[in-house]
């Protein structure tokens, strides 16, 4: 993974990214969006609340790949529901006492925090025309009151979105800019968009230990390596050695989410009930067209010391 240092780099953002690809800034406030179009028609959509890509779509423009709830909220009043929200730095519900992100909502505050448009990334890739890279920032001092109060430490974040021609890559960079340590979590909540959830599996997690959070919150082996959906999963997979999650859908391979630097992986799907109590899940019976599959660092904590920088992502490729 290529090296990249924090705030600086994102100061550095230059239009080197390829003269023909298009970035519109639509909308205004909690509402703003940038939208990166390739010359040959493949687009992304970045809200700034959450950063939260809310649409992508390849194929030359043709296919949409991320589900996105017909109420999800996109004015800034609450984490966007679908697309990929960014979770950070308490993945769940926060322990209940004695750590630092206890006073945090569920998933923590990236998701609805407002984050900087840093512009378009240096030629440091080797980027072409075929290829656009986004960056997005969120420090300690772009929180809210509440936030700061709730985690009052010193960081940086560095959001890179960088779109191709059949990929989507998704990059954190975090920066410990205090004096103190902290421990956090991350987690990119990919909501994937599928054709139908009895025709799905997701491969590649044969064999690695995972707690089942709807049947007993206890630890399993994943003895099968296709999973098939059939009511309600919510799983977290953990310390998987294979770099690829892969979707297949009738047979036939849908995407594949490669890890870099992360070593978890969530699985959901809310199913009938769920789907229905959450207000802003709509229409009722989407369940049928998404999956979630939620690469992240979320077993025990990642720790950095003053100075320190981690940097995990995923490149999610469309196979259609
Ligand atoms: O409703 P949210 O806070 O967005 O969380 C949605 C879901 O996120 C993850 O997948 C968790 O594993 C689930 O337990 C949770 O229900």
Not at 128 to 135: A, R
Request: aromatic share 8%; net charge negative; charged share 25%.
């Amino acid at each position: 993974m290529v090296d990249r240092t924090n705030r600086p780099s994102a100061l550095k953002a230059t239009d080197a990214a390829g003269p023909e690809a298009q970035i519109d800034i639509v909308g205004s406030g909690a509402s703003s969006k940038v939208i990166a179009t390739l010359p040959s028609g493949e687009s992304v959509e970045v809200l700034l609340f959450g950063a939260t890509v809310t649409s992508w779509k390849s194929n030359g423009g043709k296919t949409e790949n991320l589900w996105l709830s017909e109420k999800a909220a996109l004015d800034g009043s609450k984490a966007v529901r679908g697309g990929v929200p960014v979770v950070f730095p308490v993945f769940g519900p926060p322990p209940k006492s004695d750590h630092p992100t206890s006073s945090l909502p569920q998933h923590g505050f990236a998701r609805t925090s407002r984050w900087e448009f840093l512009g378009k990334s240096s030629a440091e890739d080797a980027l072409g025309s075929d290829s656009v890279k986004l960056d997005f920032g969120l420090y300690s001092s772009g929180l809210t009151d509440e936030a700061r109060k709730a985690w009052p430490l010193d960081f940086g974040l560095v959001y890179s979105v960088t779109l191709s021609k059949d990929s989507l890559q998704t990059v954190i960079n975090v920066r410990n800019e205090g004096e103190q340590s902290f421990e956090f979590q991350f987690l990119l909540h990919t909501y994937f968009k599928i054709q139908d959830i009895s025709k799905v599996a997701v491969n590649g997690l044969l064999g690695v230990t995972y707690i089942d959070k709807v049947l007993d919150a206890t630890e399993h082996k994943q003895s099968d390596n296709s999973i098939k959906i059939t009511g309600e999963v919510d799983r977290v997979y953990a310390s998987i050695p294979q770099d690829t999650t892969s979707i297949v859908e009738d047979g036939k391979p849908r995407f594949d989410v490669v890890r870099d630097n992360l070593q978890d992986t969530v699985v959901w799907n809310p199913w009938i009930e769920k789907a229905k109590s959450m207000g802003d899940f709509s229409p009722d019976d989407d369940y049928k067209h998404m999956v979630c599959v939620e690469v992240g660092a979320v077993q025990g904590w990642q720790k950095l010391d003053k100075g320190e920088v981690f940097e995990g992502g995923q490149t999610i490729k469309s196979l259609l």
